[in-house]
């Protein structure tokens, strides 16, 4: 059990892009677990291995209000359900403190391996659809303030240079 270090926007480590898992052994799963408790403890509701500098493509997920619904994607990826989208405000532990609406797919169904190397199938809408979105883009290096105008883009560069200048 352990609480990893959660990196911040703008790192350059954040636009790496992860490699896919080859097998899925007890180390990952140590990886996993030290995933979630530092998720729970942040709090949020999805980490992205990218975010505490693995760059693996892993991803832990709990949208429940109690803690109650852990999800582990590993190797995800998912196809749209529809051409719907929805904006839904949207926040990052890697960007603290900023929200912004972010559109994205409506629906969307996810195939990925579970902590036992299981392959399975989910079909997502609501915040559950955004947070694999916004986590799978995490493997990608991709981040959600990519998608803000570039005057908010260089707003939320401000406050975080700002933030990183009074925390170091
Ligand atoms: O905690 C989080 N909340 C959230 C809200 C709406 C859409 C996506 C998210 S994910 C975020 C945690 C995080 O940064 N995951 O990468
Ligand atoms: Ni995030």
Do not use: W
């Not at 429940?64 to 949207?90: A, F």
């Not at 960007?95 to 195939?111: C, I």
Request: aromatic fraction near 6%; charged fraction near 30%; glycine fraction near 4%.
């Amino acid at each position: 059990m352990a609480i990893l270090n959660i990196l911040e926007f703008p790192d350059e480590r954040l636009r790496t892009k992860a490699t896919v898992v080859e097998s899925v052994d007890d180390d990952l799963r140590r990886l996993i677990d030290d995933m979630f408790d530092t998720m729970y403890d942040a709090p949020g509701i999805g980490l992205a291995a990218t975010q505490v500098d693995v760059h693996r493509r892993v991803i832990v997920i709990d949208v429940s209000e109690d803690k109650t619904q852990p999800l582990v994607l590993i190797n995800p990826s998912y196809t749209p359900i529809s051409d719907e989208r929805e904006p839904m405000q949207e926040g990052c532990l890697s960007v603290p403190e900023y929200y912004a609406d972010v559109q994205r797919a409506l629906g969307v169904r996810l195939n990925a391996l579970d902590r036992d190397g299981n392959p399975y199938t989910l079909e997502a809408d609501g915040l559950l659809a955004h947070c694999i979105q916004h986590e799978c883009d995490h493997l990608e290096g991709v981040l959600f303030v990519d998608y803000l105008s570039p005057l908010k883009r260089e707003r939320v560069l401000k406050k975080m240079q700002k933030r990183h200048r009074s925390t170091a």
